[in-house]
């Protein structure tokens, strides 16, 4: 059994910040977090970590490594360490995602920052919502720069910015976005994950990096001038400085170089053709050339690219979607003509579409006419005739029963079973539509037909009757467990996906399923409506191919024959983006060469807008080809390759040295917590050491550690154990603030279940032993436990002898009076022990800030030397222009010529001369920001020391 100083020791252990060079450095996140880690995402997290976090990282591993993972990795330490200003930036389609993996993985609770929220919070008299109280706030790139005086005002203990590929154009003076961002987040420290921080030119490495360390590099015309626009036009020289300049900055793994721990299972893509009915065609030509028409006046100017691409896809998707649209669109005119409000019907056609809130916010539309200055001279007979119109669509929408798409998914959904069941997999599919009017259609035709009982829906509202049920089942099934997160909306969701692997063998889920929901045990993906965007498509198919998933994933896409504009896009989205098939899906290289998915969606909807014959559609989507093919060729391929990724060898040495640390260390951690709870709890629990679980006496409520949840897959109804949990954390402080007398502490080997050699020769021997603390704050915060021992005869014992003592079970012995005045001799030998283990401490500590400050200083020497460059190149520049335009004088026979470019000539010589009388001036200036700069770096540095003893105990080994 532990005693009060096993608990000790584990408590500060628990707690203690360890140096950045460490596995340790993320022991509280990694015992906190509920997903497997491999090892690349323990460097990744590391690494930010040493940059250090004062300024931030790009951590640019290639897609499906788990850039999440690292974040959420250090985020959950920050949070351990109280540092919980903490602001997540990402595209909108992101947000829930964010928003479910921190709290599902990590018990970190957050907040989505919207217009609605935040405007809420200021209605209750909250001025600044951004400012937090134990909450992450997440937010996208467009609220957040619509919010930018809010983000300045607040001190970010961290900023994570996802996809931040986004903001690699900043030194672009027409990105405002990303300009707004840079410096409404200048002084807070970052970390940009984005699978591509290099496209196109290294100037976008430039943009990345300006948002980390403004002073890494001059400014951006130095940077051209030094680096090019790749390897080919730069000196071996300028090349390893650069490469050296981003080392600190820049770290990236790829896939190839993780299949040791990753095992990835490959995309199988299958086309089901069909061709529409007659009707159908005519209603699709119609309503088709309908909206291409610019004068149409049921969609609102202010809204008509959004409105138009809206119904396209409604279109796309069914009759009978498409039906319901158009008579909105017919009561929409209607309340035009009884001039009442028109927006009920508008938001009827929107509800319709899933994450529409996300799509209206990306597709900003500031260059459309506003909807009053149109509507004041329509005229009633406009309004009649098209209501006529789009009446006669509607009547012959109605009078189409059959979808000849909907008879091919019952195809479809054969051959892709049959599939699965030559794979071993288990036969369930999700088919994903754009419509929640098609999602019921798709249901019952179904359910007719073969599939009754097992299909469940999962869409935006999740409100309907058998929704309801399946959620209230859940809930009784989870109420004694940490399963109930206490929002209605994510569990709902998370109800509907249990359902989906116990019950049905059939989700049918629109846009709302493609984000954040984990569909691993799930291998075949339907697209019954393709979106447009690339991004969203991905996301789509990583429900099911992600990390976790044992077979390969077969993926089926529906081309109708007689759509040529559909055909194109589907071979856009399939050869160009390679989003179906292979191991990987669609790769970083050519994702990331869209600077969004949005912007390609409006190329497609132009096109379908524009084009009305057959061949201006194939003229249109050759020219997009021919555009892409450029994006996609990856012009810095070389360059990417030889500046921000390793060797392999050096890569998987460290791999696999961290995985062996990361195991030791979580086993350790472990051990440590459930030692401490068992000690510390005893009083309130009921404790299971076969399955590291425990009961409390009032209220029954049953935990167990999350490793064991982990691996045991049917533990349920058990409250995650964690070192993050308010019971652990009572538990540990309960330890920690527990004064110590002396005692005397018999620990017996003779009941420890192993064998400790290093022990095992000392059985019988005793001694002294002292615990200290110390805490170190320079760079960053270090923390230590101190053993002291000595044995009887004066022998010093190690600190790995010391640590493994406490591994064994002992007993309490008080002490007489003349066993508590330890032999002076002792105690001074105690002292000297304990001063010379923390002067090895400080001296690691004084030889790694050495090391940081040194790249300090080198990093501040080059920003300055990159300054004072800049002058020196305009200084040759004009000596070069001006020799130039005296070469061109003396060839010049016109005299008023002559005179007037000598002119120019005297003119650009007294430039000159003030260029050199200001050139030291200006360096000097250099020079002075430099060392004001090293005084911050120093001030930073300066060591402070705090320590404490914890106790001293008289030790016995039997």
């Not at 919207?114 to 937090?132: A, C, H, L, M, W």
């Not at 979607?321 to 035009?336: N, Q, W, Y």
């Not at 004694?480 to 998370?494: F, H, L």
């Amino acid at each position: 059994m532990s005693t009060a100083y096993h608990s000790q020791y584990f408590a500060y252990e628990l707690t203690k910040q360890n140096a950045s060079n460490t596995v340790g450095r993320l022991s509280q996140s990694l015992i906190n977090a509920t997903v497997d880690l491999n090892p690349h995402q323990v460097e990744a997290a590391l690494f930010a970590f040493r940059a250090p976090l004062e300024r931030g990282a790009i951590l640019a591993d290639e897609v499906g490594l788990g850039k999440t993972i690292e974040a959420g990795l250090i985020i959950s330490q920050l949070w351990a360490e109280r540092k919980r200003k903490i602001l997540i930036i990402v595209p909108p389609s992101l947000r829930k995602q964010w928003n479910r993996e921190l709290i599902e993985k990590f018990y970190i609770p957050s907040e989505i920052m919207e217009s609605k929220i935040y405007n809420d919070y200021v209605r209750k008299g909250k001025t600044f919502p951004f400012e937090q109280k134990d909450n992450i706030v997440i937010t996208s790139y467009q609220f957040a720069r619509n919010k930018a005086a809010d983000l300045k005002r607040t001190q970010w203990d961290l900023i994570i910015v996802d996809e931040a590929h986004r903001l690699r154009n900043v030194y672009k003076k027409s990105n405002k976005i990303s300009r707004i961002l840079r410096e409404a987040t200048e002084g807070s420290p970052k970390v940009l994950l984005t699978a591509t921080p290099l496209q196109n030119s290294l100037m976008e490495l430039y943009g990345l990096v300006s948002f980390i360390d403004p002073r890494l590099f001059g400014d951006e015309a130095t940077f051209r001038k030094q680096f090019g626009h790749g390897t080919k036009e730069m000196t071996r020289l300028n090349f390893l400085d650069l490469k050296d300049r981003l080392k600190p900055v820049c770290y990236r793994t790829l896939r190839r170089q993780v299949t040791e721990y990753v095992p990835y299972t490959k995309r199988i893509p299958l086309v089901q053709e069909f061709t529409s009915s007659t009707l159908e065609w005519e209603l699709y030509e119609k309503v088709s050339a309908y909206l291409q028409r610019e004068d149409i006046l049921a969609l609102p100017s202010s809204q008509r690219n959004l409105m138009t691409l809206v119904v396209r896809k409604i279109l796309a998707s069914s009759s009978f979607a498409i039906s319901d649209t158009l008579l909105s669109l017919i009561r929409r005119l209607e309340t035009s003509l009884e001039e009442s409000s028109s927006e009920q019907a508008l938001e009827y056609i929107y509800n319709d579409i899933d994450e529409m809130d996300s799509t209206v916010e990306e597709w900003t539309e500031e260059d459309e006419q506003s909807e009053a200055t149109k509507n004041d001279n329509l005229e009633k007979a406009l309004l009649l005739r098209e209501r006529e119109e789009l009446l006669s669509y509607y009547e012959l929408a109605n009078s189409i029963t059959e979808n000849e798409k909907g008879k091919a998914l019952l195809v479809a959904l054969s051959n892709g079973l049959e599939k699965l069941s030559e794979l071993g997999a288990n036969d369930k599919a999700v088919i994903f539509t754009e419509s929640r009017r098609t999602q019921a259609y798709l249901k019952e035709m179904l359910e007719a037909n073969g599939y009754n009982g097992k299909i469940v829906m999962f869409n935006g509202t999740n409100n309907s009757p058998e929704i309801k049920e399946i959620y209230n089942d859940w809930l009784s099934r989870h109420q004694a467990d940490d399963q109930i997160t206490g929002s209605k909306s994510a569990d709902t969701r998370a109800a509907l996906v249990e359902y989906f692997q116990n019950e049905a063998s059939i989700m049918i889920a629109t846009e709302s399923a493609a984000e954040g929901i984990n569909l691993q045990f799930c291998s075949l993906v339907v697209n019954y409506d393709l979106p447009w965007n690339p991004q969203r498509i991905e996301q789509r198919i990583g429900r099911c191919h992600r990390y976790g998933q044992k077979y390969d994933v077969v993926v089926i896409n529906f081309i109708n024959r007689k759509n040529a504009a559909d055909k194109r896009v589907f071979e856009l989205l399939s050869q160009k983006f390679s989003l179906f098939d292979g191991v990987f899906g669609s790769s970083d290289e050519v994702l990331g060469s869209l600077e969004s998915g949005v912007d390609f969606e409006k190329r497609i909807q132009q096109i379908y807008q524009t084009c009305r014959s057959s061949e201006e559609i194939q003229e249109a989507f050759n020219l997009l080809q021919l555009e892409l093919d450029e994006e996609i060729q990856c012009k810095m391929k070389e360059t990417r390759k030889n500046l921000l990724e390793n060797f392999d060898d050096e890569v998987r040495e460290k791999l696999r040295t961290h995985y062996e640390q990361t195991t030791f260390q979580l086993n350790k951690m472990e051990r440590y917590l459930w030692e401490l709870s068992v000690f510390e709890g005893s009083s309130q629990a009921h404790f299971n050491e076969d399955h590291l679980s425990f009961q409390l006496t009032d209220n029954k409520d049953k935990y167990q550690l999350i490793s064991q949840v982990k691996k045991n897959a049917s533990s349920e109804h058990v409250h995650h154990y964690r070192l993050g949990h308010p019971l652990a954390e009572t538990w540990i402080e309960q330890a920690k603030s527990r004064q110590l007398p002396m005692k005397k502490l018999v620990f017996r080997y003779s009941d420890y279940e192993g064998k400790v050699s290093l022990l095992q020769s000392r059985i019988g021997s005793s001694g002294y032993l002292t615990l200290s603390f110390l805490h170190v704050s320079t760079s960053e915060i270090e923390e230590h436990t101190i053993f002291s021992a000595i044995d009887s005869n004066g022998n010093q014992l190690d600190e790995e002898l010391c640590e493994k003592l406490f591994d064994l079970p002992a007993d309490e012995v008080n002490l007489n009076e003349q066993e508590q005045n330890v032999n002076t001799y002792f105690a001074e030998q105690l002292k000297i022990i304990n001063n010379n283990q923390e002067s090895a401490i400080l001296w690691d500590i004084q030889e790694r800030t050495n090391e940081f400050l040194d790249r300090e200083l080198e990093r501040l020497d080059k920003w300055s030397q990159d300054l004072k460059k800049k002058l020196e190149f305009e200084l040759r520049e004009l000596d070069a222009e001006i020799a130039q335009l005296q070469r061109d004088a003396r060839l010049l026979r016109q005299i008023t010529e002559k005179l007037e470019i000598n002119k120019t000539i005297r003119e650009r010589e007294k430039h000159r001369s003030e260029l050199r009388r200001n050139l030291f001036d200006a360096q000097d200036e250099i020079d002075r920001q430099k060392e004001l700069l090293f005084q911050d770096v120093e001030q930073k540095l300066e060591q402070k020391i705090s320590k404490k003893q914890l106790f001293m105990i008289k030790w016995q080994l039997v």
